[in-house]
C-alpha cells in the first residue's frame, strides 16, 4: 500500500464518520482535530514522496475541509471529488472494479 493509498484510507474513514455525524446531528469533537492531523501527514509525506505529490496535495485539502464541517459542505464536497479523482488517475482501483475500465491493461498487465 502506498503512503498516498495509506492517508486516502485515514480520509475515508474520517469522511464517513463526518457523514454520519451530520446525519445524526452529533457533531464530533475530535473530528477537526484528526483532520487536521490528516492533512499534516498528507503534507510531510508530499515532501518524501514527490511521485505521489498530486494526490497527497489533494488529500491534505480535502482533510482541511473537513475540519471545517458542518460549515463548509460545499467545500468539502468538492475537495472530496477532486481527491477521488486524483486517486482514480493515480491508478487507485476502488470505484470501477479492475477488468472493466480501460485503465485496466496499463496499471496490471
Known sequence: MSVADHLY???????????AALLLEQPDADLAGEARALAADAR???AE?????????????????????PRAIDEVRATHRRL??????AGHCEYVPCGTHAHQEALHG
Request: glycine share 2%; aromatic share 4%; with cysteine.
Open 9 to 19: 484510507a485515514r480520509y475515508k474513514a474520517l469522511a464517513l464518520s463526518a457523514g
Open 44 to 46: 510531510a509525506a508530499s
Open 49 to 69: 514522496h514527490p511521485r505521489q505529490a498530486e494526490q497527497l496535495a489533494a488529500c491534505a485539502t480535502a482533510a482541511d475541509a473537513l475540519a471545517q464541517l
Open 84 to 89: 477521488r479523482a486524483a486517486m482514480f488517475a
